[in-house]
Nanobody
């Protein structure tokens, strides 16, 4: 009932920047927490950053000082500005939302992911 579409991934050189977007649609009453996660080859999926409906952000240590998470509640869209990218940031980035839908159920939804590759 909640569809997520990520965009903005791609190939970037070390030190470069990318901006990811995650747009949510469907029978949404309210989106509570939104978050970005990533999974590198051979590794488990890990948290990058989360943001509440009120705008409170939380970052993994690896993202602090380089990444900025934000959201536009009117558009049900979340962003991740990534600066100072490093090769170790290479991964598939997924967005996740916790949302209440018109049936009054609240659950988590995941996007299909967008590839970010940092390489010279």
């Amino acid at each position: 009932q909640v569809q997520l579409v990520e965009s903005g991934g791609g190939l970037v050189q070390p030190g470069g920047s990318l901006r990811l977007s995650c747009a949510a649609s469907g029978n949404i009453v309210m989106i509570h927490v939104m978050g970005w996660y990533r999974q590198a080859p051979g590794k488990e999926r890990e948290l990058v950053a989360t943001i509440t409906s009120g705008g409170s952000a939380n970052y993994a240590d690896s993202a602090k000082g380089r990444f900025i998470i934000s959201r536009d509640n009117a558009k049900n869209t979340m962003y991740l500005q990534m600066n100072g990218l490093k090769p170790e940031d290479t991964a598939v980035y997924y967005c996740k939302v916790t949302a209440t839908v018109v049936s009054r159920s609240t659950y988590d939804s995941w996007g299909p992911g967008t590839q970010v590759t940092v390489s010279s």
